[in-house]
């Protein structure tokens, strides 16, 4: 069964659509979700009944990609009260995400703001954090990941994690390691550290190779994250797309709108900062077709080019459960 990729963008201005795109800096205005909002429906990830779309937090802490200050911290609580208000309860982070000092800052800012959420107890309880340890070259044994996942509940004031993933795959270039870091995930698991665990950018073989291993250790594999999207929509995404529906896999897409190519906010001569800018300039002419005319589609029907776009998605791909990762920063 399909799952919504419906973009919440229409209901609440200031929220972003995907990792990719910008939050308004204009104030929040109450709001009363519809009784069609999609978030009102949850779906199975794993052991866990999560919001169809979860929320990617690549953004927070990253000065060079992303422009994040600190200054930012107070409205980008206010972003993560008013997606969790609304029903959004998969929040997706990683222990890289921060940029120099800032490194981490991102679980941080995470574990702050569910801390000091004002809402219904029951709202705050059903959070579901899914964190990503990075493979560093210097970790190089089980318990060196098992110590990545401690720092993180540590970071996060958690005591268990709910998705504990493996950020990247090393069987290219470091194979023993590769064993290590699954040793790594099996014990944090065992230690009741992580709920459940997930991988993140495995191609289609290692998917398989580390469900069947993990398998035999008696871990369930929950999720599968991927760069997916109509600018990375190739053999790979699909070949995963069906391991992930035929072995039970929840599949969780990262930058379903092109890291803010198709939003429709940026044009060839509108570029964001930074080094998306070199990017864009690159692939945006190319772009403009459909564009345009998902632009037409969203003017008749009064809603934004990311609405039109996540809906298209949503009505076209295959029964395989897939969960997008909409994000926000200030502008």
């Known amino acids: 069964m399909a799952v919504s990729t419906l973009s919440p963008t229409a209901y609440f201005s200031s929220f972003s659509p995907s990792n990719d795109s910008l939050i308004s800096s204009s104030p929040f205005k109450p709001f009363k979700p519809p009784p069609f909002w999609p978030w009102r429906k949850k779906v ?37 009260n008013l997606a969790v208000e609304n029903g959004i309860n998969l929040f997706d982070t990683a222990d890289s995400y921060g940029t120099g000092r800032l490194n981490g800052q991102s679980e941080k800012l ?52 709910g998705i504990g993933q493996l950020h990247w795959s090393t069987a290219n270039y470091a194979p023993l390691q590769e064993l290590a870091l699954w040793d790594g995930l099996v014990a944090m698991y065992e230690k009741g550290l992580v709920r459940t665990v997930g991988v993140s950018n495995y191609g289609p073989k290692q998917l398989v190779k580390i469900h069947d291993y993990l398998k035999a250790r008696g871990v369930p594999l929950c999720s599968a994250q991927v760069q997916f999207s109509l600018l990375s929509m190739g053999k790979d995404q699909i070949e995963i797309k069906n391991i992930c529906d035929s072995l039970g896999i929840r599949l969780i897409s990262y930058s379903p709108l092109g890291l803010g190519m ?70």
């Open 262 to 331: 198709l939003t429709g906010k940026y044009t060839p001569s509108k570029l964001p900062q930074g080094p998306r800018a070199l990017l864009f300039r690159q692939i945006l002419p190319g772009l403009e077709p459909l564009l345009n005319s998902l632009r037409e589609i969203a003017q008749k029907r009064r809603k934004t080019i990311s609405q039109v776009f996540d809906r298209s998605q949503a009505q076209s791909e295959s029964p395989t459960e897939k969960t997008d990762l909409i994000g926000g920063r200030i502008s």
């Open 44 to 80: 199975k990830m794993g052991p866990f009944t999560v919001s169809p779309m979860g929320f990617g937090t690549w953004a927070w802490g990253n000065q060079l990609l992303w422009g994040y200050q600190e200054s930012m911290d107070s409205e980008l609580q206010r972003t993560f």
């Open 110 to 161: 995470l574990g702050k703001f569910i801390n000091e959420f004002q809402g219904q107890k029951q709202i705050q309880d059903n959070i579901v954090i899914a964190t990503k340890f990075a493979a560093y070259p210097w970790r190089l044994t089980p318990g060196q990941f098992v110590n990545a996942c401690k720092s993180s509940l540590d970071r996060m004031q958690l005591e268990q994690i």
